[in-house]
């Protein structure tokens, strides 16, 4: 090679100075009791080991995750499910030596965004692309911090899929939670990587990752960073998020779980708490104001029916507050229509 003409640098370096200095670390710490020793208790021939713990309470670090910066007055960007524990405090690591307690301005589980705020000035900021303007094929890099350790880690692909769907089953039986509209990319994206940008080569966010396929190579999702800005610029504005809120907790009908509980309809929100002590119907919503019962299983809104492709949610985000909207509700056996007037959430 010859040394006067060295080979040119991979642009990726250019992106990496531009975005790291935006991506930052959230710790996730609670007050738990401390531990001051172990014991042991015999049964059915095996030893098992409990801690014996103390009634003071001390913080203790619980998870970690990723997240970037989009102002330099200390917005920040990542998932909704990493900063999902209501009674957790949280705490942003701009740098080793720089770390500042963060508020959660915002959690919207319908795009998995969550907005923070920290009380800083003149921070390192991403600027945001268009998403939808992303191209198959376009070279991407996913920055975070895997595993909650290793700072300012990369990963470089290609955008290999575009508007994906994904279904994460966890907690309680029939609980799942579908993301639409994702990204997909085989740069790699890893536990703790969640929440921080998937960057194009002009070095701006045109995206937030979210998720892996466990057992596959190279295969993750980000969401499309327009979907964020919305959630942002709501919060910038209102100091929350703006939606229409009907006020029933459900579940998306489909085939398996129509047929699982013998119900008359495979597609539809069937009305039902999910766990005791709840209100399916949240008293004084628009829901209850409309006549909406537990286990009424709503099939349409304004002639759009409800599916697993088109679930209540996106359904319900599409409309305005203070909006009229016609549901067709089975009942009973028996298909009725209620007019519904839509409110925001307190």
């Given at each position: 090679?010859?040394?006067?003409?060295?080979?040119?640098?991979?642009?990726?370096?250019?992106?990496?100075?531009?975005?790291?200095?935006?991506?930052?670390t959230?710790?996730i710490?609670?007050?738990?009791?401390?531990?001051?020793?172990?014991?042991?208790?015999?049964?059915?021939?095996?030893?098992?080991?409990?801690?014996?713990?103390k009634?003071?309470?001390?913080?203790?670090?619980?998870?970690?995750?990723?997240?970037?910066?989009?102002?330099?007055?200390?917005?920040?960007?990542?998932?909704?499910?990493?900063?999902?524990?209501?009674?957790?405090?949280?705490?942003?690591?701009?740098?080793?030596?720089?770390?500042?307690?963060?508020?959660?301005?915002?959690?919207?589980?319908?795009?998995?965004?969550?907005?923070?705020?920290?009380?800083?000035?003149?921070?390192?900021?991403l600027?945001?692309?268009?998403?939808?303007?992303?191209?198959?094929?376009?070279?991407?890099?996913?920055?975070?911090?895997?595993?909650?350790?290793?700072?300012?880690?990369?990963?470089?692909?290609?955008?290999?899929?575009l508007?994906?769907?994904?279904?994460?089953?966890?907690?309680?039986?029939?609980?799942?939670?579908?993301?639409?509209?994702?990204?997909?990319?085989?740069?790699?994206?890893?536990?703790?990587?969640?929440?921080?940008p998937?960057?194009?080569?002009?070095?701006?966010?045109?995206?937030?990752?979210?998720?892996?396929?466990?057992?596959?190579?190279?295969?993750?999702?980000?969401?499309?960073?327009?979907?964020?800005?919305?959630?942002?610029?709501?919060?910038?504005?209102?100091?929350?998020?703006?939606?229409?809120?009907?006020?029933?907790?459900?579940?998306?009908?489909?085939?398996?779980i129509?047929?699982?509980?013998k119900?008359?309809?495979?597609?539809?929100?069937?009305?039902?708490?999910?766990?005791?002590?709840?209100?399916?119907?949240?008293k004084?919503?628009?829901?209850?104001?409309?006549?909406?019962?537990?286990?009424?299983?709503?099939?349409?809104?304004?002639?759009?029916?409800?599916?697993?492709?088109?679930?209540?949610?996106?359904?319900?985000?599409?409309?305005?507050?203070?909006?009229?909207?016609?549901?067709?509700?089975?009942?009973?056996?028996?298909?009725?229509?209620?007019?519904v007037?839509?409110?925001?959430?307190?």
């Amino acid at each position: 090679m010859d040394a006067t003409h060295p080979p040119p640098k991979s642009p990726i370096i250019e992106v990496a100075k531009k975005a790291c200095p935006a991506v930052i670390t959230i710790v996730i710490s609670k007050d738990l009791p401390k531990i001051e020793g172990f014991y042991s208790f015999p049964f059915g021939g095996q030893e098992f080991i409990f801690p014996k713990m103390k009634k003071e309470k001390e913080k203790t670090k619980i998870g970690g995750g990723s997240g970037f910066m989009v102002s330099a007055d200390g917005y920040v960007l990542t998932c909704s499910h990493v900063v999902g524990d209501p009674e957790a405090d949280y705490t942003v690591i701009i740098d080793p030596k720089h770390k500042a307690p963060a508020k959660i301005l915002a959690r919207d589980p319908l795009v998995d965004v969550a907005v923070l705020k920290i009380n800083e000035k003149n921070l390192s900021y991403l600027e945001l692309g268009d998403s939808d303007k992303i191209e198959l094929g376009e070279t991407v890099v996913a920055i975070g911090n895997p595993l909650g350790e290793f700072e300012d880690t990369l990963s470089a692909g290609i955008v290999s899929g575009l508007s994906r769907k994904i279904t994460a089953y966890g907690g309680l039986p029939l609980k799942a939670t579908s993301l639409r509209g994702l990204i997909q990319t085989d740069a790699a994206i890893n536990p703790g990587n969640s929440g921080g940008p998937l960057v194009n080569l002009e070095g701006k966010a045109i995206g937030i990752n979210t998720a892996m396929v466990m057992g596959a190579q190279n295969i993750g999702f980000a969401i499309p960073i327009n979907y964020a800005e919305r959630t942002l610029e709501e919060v910038i504005k209102y100091g929350k998020i703006k939606r229409p809120f009907l006020g029933v907790r459900y579940i998306v009908l489909n085939r398996e779980i129509t047929m699982a509980q013998k119900l008359p309809v495979d597609y539809g929100a069937l009305i039902a708490r999910e766990r005791l002590g709840e209100e399916a119907v949240v008293k004084g919503s628009a829901a209850d104001k409309a006549g909406l019962k537990e286990y009424d299983i709503i099939l349409e809104v304004n002639g759009g029916k409800i599916t697993e492709e088109n679930p209540l949610a996106d359904a319900l985000a599409k409309q305005k507050i203070g909006e009229e909207i016609s549901l067709k509700v089975l009942r009973g056996g028996k298909e009725i229509t209620l007019k519904v007037k839509l409110e925001e959430k307190k």
